[in-house]
T-cell receptor
Framework: GAVVSQHPSWVICKSGTSVKIECRSL??????MFWYRQFPKQSLMLMAT?????????EQGVEKDKFLINHASLTLSTLTVTSAHPEDSSFYIC????????????FGPGTRLTVT | RKEVEQDPGPFNVPEGATVAFNCTYS??????FFWYRQDCRKEPKLLMS???SGNEDGRFTAQLNRASQYISLLIRDSKLSDSATYLC????????????FGQGTTLQVKP
């Protein structure tokens, strides 16, 4: 089956530092990956759509200079939270859409970020 | 108004009960519809797609009413393992791959 991994699974960092989260499709090529954020007791909110080899498309209200997305290969997308603040503490989840199955989508296990 | 609305619950039911969840969506041009299940601190997992003709998968039945922009999920003979948050999900028109999630409805099945 299609597997998506995320690393790290959880991270604690100090306010003002940057954190990089990796999303990998392990057994398929993904032309598109999506990044979501979920605050406690709230729904998943799409932050951005990441297409391999091109700039990410950010949803309204998401600061592209704060949440840097890089999709340099067909199996890897990274999200960097720059100058993190406590309000950035959240559950970050990626999903990947297989190139050969564009109507399917597979989620990574998520990364729990805590900014102190 | 939220694009996808659900009653957050929680729904507390005994084992063996039948429980129904509802969801409404605001964009009449929405293209595809799903129910996902999310366990605490985990990623969402696809439970089933939803069609106007209705579809059933074991104890789970999903229904879509496009005219009312309403989606339902029925769980029969609830098991303890059904305890989770159920997310109603729609996609906008066009094959963008975007998923729009509802807040989720929490189900707690008790022995």
């Amino acid at each position: 089956g299609a597997v998506v991994s995320q690393h790290p699974s959880w991270v604690i960092c100090k306010s003002g530092t940057s954190v990089k989260i990796e999303c990998r499709s392990l057994d398929f090529q993904a032309t598109t990956m999506f990044w979501y954020r979920q605050f406690p007791k709230q729904s998943l909110m799409l932050m951005a759509t990441s297409n391999e080899g091109s700039k990410a498309t950010y949803e309204q209200g998401v600061e592209k200079d704060k949440f840097l997305i890089n999709h340099a290969s067909l199996t890897l997308s990274t999200l960097t939270v720059t100058s993190a603040h406590p309000e950035d503490s959240s559950f970050y989840i990626c999903s990947a859409r297989p190139a050969r199955l564009p109507y399917e989508q597979y989620f990574g296990p998520g990364t729990r970020l805590t900014v102190t | 108004r939220k694009e996808v609305e659900q009653d957050p619950g929680p729904f507390n039911v005994p084992e063996g009960a039948t429980v129904a969840f509802n969801c409404t969506y605001s964009n009449s041009a929405s293209q595809s519809f799903f129910w996902y299940r999310q366990d605490c601190r985990k990623e969402p997992k696809l439970l089933m797609s939803v069609y106007s003709s209705g579809n059933e998968d074991g104890r789970f039945t999903a229904q879509l009413n496009r005219a009312s922009q309403y989606i339902s999920l029925l769980i029969r003979d609830s098991k303890l393992s059904d305890s989770a948050t159920y997310l109603c999900v729609v996609t906008p028109s066009g094959n963008t791959g975007k998923l729009i999630f509802g807040q989720g409805t929490t189900l707690q099945v008790k022995p």
